[in-house]
């Protein structure tokens, strides 16, 4: 059992800066692809940025060079510093989990998503 929580959401200008965190609560943070995705009024959810065990990450075209995600296995949390941004960012920002058990098995957690607006 997984639980996560996210929070640092709000309203920015376009051009500033937002910081996301999400909160796990369960076993084997390390072991998790942790991941951040995006969900904005009519359109489908979208991945934003991942981290995976060995800390590698990927990043969406459209976030590379101005968002950052990044862990702290101390703490249990996986951040998402957003810079530069843009209005286009305004979305449901939603925290992810997903632990892999071999071949094409695996869990997935989801938190509760915290909006993110970005005012032109």
């Known amino acids: 059992q997984v639980e996560l929580a996210e929070s640092g959401g709000g309203l920015a200008h376009t051009g500033g800066s937002l910081r996301l965190s999400c909160g796990f609560l369960g076993n084997m943070f390390s072991m998790h692809v942790m991941g951040w995705y995006r969900q904005a009024p009519g359109k489908e959810r979208e991945s934003v940025a991942l981290i995976n065990p060995g800390g590698g990450t990927v990043y969406a075209d459209s976030v590379k060079g101005r968002f950052t995600i990044s862990r702290d296995i101390a703490k249990n949390t996986v951040y998402l510093q957003m810079n530069s941004l843009k209005p286009e960012d305004t979305a449901v920002y939603y925290c992810?989990?997903?632990?892999?058990?071999?071949?094409?098995?695996?869990?997935?957690?989801w938190g509760q998503g915290t909006q993110v607006t970005v005012s032109s």
């Open positions: 992810n989990a997903r632990l892999i058990f071999g071949g094409s098995s695996s869990s997935d957690s």
